[in-house]
Antibody, heavy 120, light 108 residues
Framework: QISLQESGPALVKPTQTLTLTCTFSGFSLNSTAVGVGWVRQPPGKALEWLAV???????RYIPSLRSSLTIAKDTSKNQVVLTMTDMDPVDTATYYC????????????WGRGTTVTVSS | EIVLTQSPGTLSLSPGERATLSCRAS???????LAWYQQKPGQAPVLLIY???NRATGLPDRFSGSGSGTDFTLTISRLEPEDFAVYYC?????????FGQGTKLEIK
């Protein structure tokens, strides 16, 4: 059974760096086609896709945030880490990670999300 | 970047009625990498449909997806009370894997 859980700070100050961790079970990021993606949702707004990392370390990012985002995997810990630099109040959102399999399915199992507020 | 436009923004229907939700892409997807998600308040999205028309495991068959090229549709044949939620489409064949802005399905 696949499960994912996001963790990270609930509050960050403007200009700080946000580090979010997705800890998963029930699958391996060493397996062909497997990936983990990140999606965020500002309060009352739509979903916004941020990034994905695949089993072969292929990484894709949303262009508008490419300079501030980094996604990385630690297969030994079953974790994916998303780092976002220079946080701004507009980055206040719930951040989700989700399992995917490249070209086979979409984001088929999601974590519950973690809410991040950017405020001084 | 592929832009997905969903319509209508809000759909007001009664239980038992048929719901038709639209998702239009700014360019031909040239693939079947189109998904639909359902999101209820305070919850994470749930995958309903992937590959345009494949139902996720356990999804009732009153949900169906169709379309090709730039025009895609999610149909709920007979609405149940638990179906009232926000629905998003997403394309995942071309990076970035963009979402539409959502359609809110509300009880009339």
């Amino acid at each position: 059974q696949i499960s994912l859980q996001e963790s990270g700070p609930a509050l960050v100050k403007p200009t700080q760096t946000l580090t979010l961790t997705c800890t998963f079970s029930g699958f391996s990021l060493n397996s062909t086609a497997v990936g983990v993606g990140w999606v965020r949702q500002p309060p009352g707004k739509a979903l916004e896709w941020l990034a994905v990392i695949y089993w072969n370390d292929d990484k894709r990012y949303i262009p508008s945030l490419r300079s501030s985002l980094t996604i990385a995997k630690d297969t030994s810990k079953n974790q994916v880490v998303l780092t976002m630099t220079d946080m701004d109040p507009v980055d206040t959102a719930t951040y989700y990670c989700a399992h995917t399999m490249r070209f086979l399915t979409a984001l088929d199992v999601w974590g519950r999300g973690t809410t991040v507020t950017v405020s001084s | 970047e592929i832009v997905l436009t969903q319509s209508p923004g809000t759909l007001s229907l009664s239980p038992g009625e048929r719901a038709t939700l639209s998702c239009r892409a700014s360019q031909d997807l040239r693939s079947t990498f189109l998904a639909w998600y359902q999101q209820k308040p305070g919850q994470a999205p749930v995958l309903l449909i992937y590959g345009v028309s494949n139902r996720a495991t356990g999804l009732p068959d009153r949900f169906s997806g169709s379309g090709s090229g730039t025009d895609f549709t999610l149909t709920i044949s007979r609405l149940e009370p638990e179906d009232f939620a926000v629905y998003y489409c997403q394309q995942y064949g071309s990076s970035p894997h963009t979402f539409g802005q959502g359609t809110k399905l509300e009880i009339k």
